[in-house]
């Protein structure tokens, strides 16, 4: 089988950082992704991690343990457009093979 | 101009009804698939394909079905559709080639089914 949980809502104040947590259990594994996805509209890539650790791309970084199986994509220096759906979504298999997605976490930035 | 574009953008139909909801990509990926959107059910895979020969059932495929009419086009079909596939719908691609194979998707389809 295979779960993918996140937060369903956050809130976060302008200019501070959050922590968007992601647990997986699949039977598989071979990367981890970000999206951003705003309402209405496509997702958008974000981040990817394969191997343990942290990547960092502006003011976005993610995190990967596969031992835990755990993910967080963290945002600094939030700005209200950073107000949208995240996504989790994890490749079991190796190759191009589809990713299978969390249910999202939707965060509201507030002045 | 787009990369990943779908028509239509919008669409109300009746229960019962075909509807064909097209994709077509720019990006020359092999990799093709179909998901639909729920609010709180996150995206839920109907169909992929990784190339033209080759079409394979997702999570969610019942009541649905593909065809995959070039390397740059991917159609999901309703045969007949009913209330519960009122959803969002997006297509997306991804390249065999290189680096995370990260998807791209498509702006949506928004279908309404009464």
């Known amino acids: 089988g295979q779960n993918i949980d996140q937060p369903t809502e956050m809130t976060a104040t302008e200019g501070a950082i959050v922590q968007i947590n992601c647990t997986y259990q699949t039977s598989g594994f071979n990367g981890l992704f970000w999206y951003q996805q705003h309402a209405g509209e496509a997702p958008t890539f974000l981040s990817y991690?394969?191997?343990?650790g942290l990547e960092e791309k502006g003011r976005f970084s993610s995190f990967l343990s596969r031992s835990k199986g755990y993910s967080y994509l963290l945002l600094k220096e939030l700005q209200m457009k950073d107000s949208a759906s995240y996504l989790c979504a994890v490749r079991q298999y190796s190759g191009n093979t589809p990713l299978v997605f969390g249910k999202g976490t939707r965060l509201s930035v507030i002045a | 101009d787009a990369d990943v574009t779908q028509t239509p953008r919008n669409r109300i139909t009746k229960t019962g009804k075909r509807i064909m909801l097209e994709c077509s990509q720019t990006?020359?990926?092999?990799?093709m698939y179909w998901y639909r959107q729920d609010p709180g059910l996150g995206l839920r895979l109907i169909y992929y394909s990784f190339d033209v020969k080759d079409i394979n059932k997702g999570e969610i495929s019942d009541g649905y079905s593909v065809s995959r009419q070039a390397q740059a086009k991917f159609s999901l079909s309703l045969e007949s559709a009913i209330p519960n596939q009122t959803a969002l719908y997006f297509c997306?691609?991804?390249?065999?080639?290189?680096?995370?194979?990260?998807?791209?998707f498509g702006p949506g389809t928004r279908l309404t089914v009464t």
């Open positions: 997306a691609t991804s390249d065999p080639g290189t680096g995370a194979y990260e998807q791209y």
């Open positions: 990006k020359g990926h092999d990799r």
């Open positions: 991690n394969v191997l343990d």
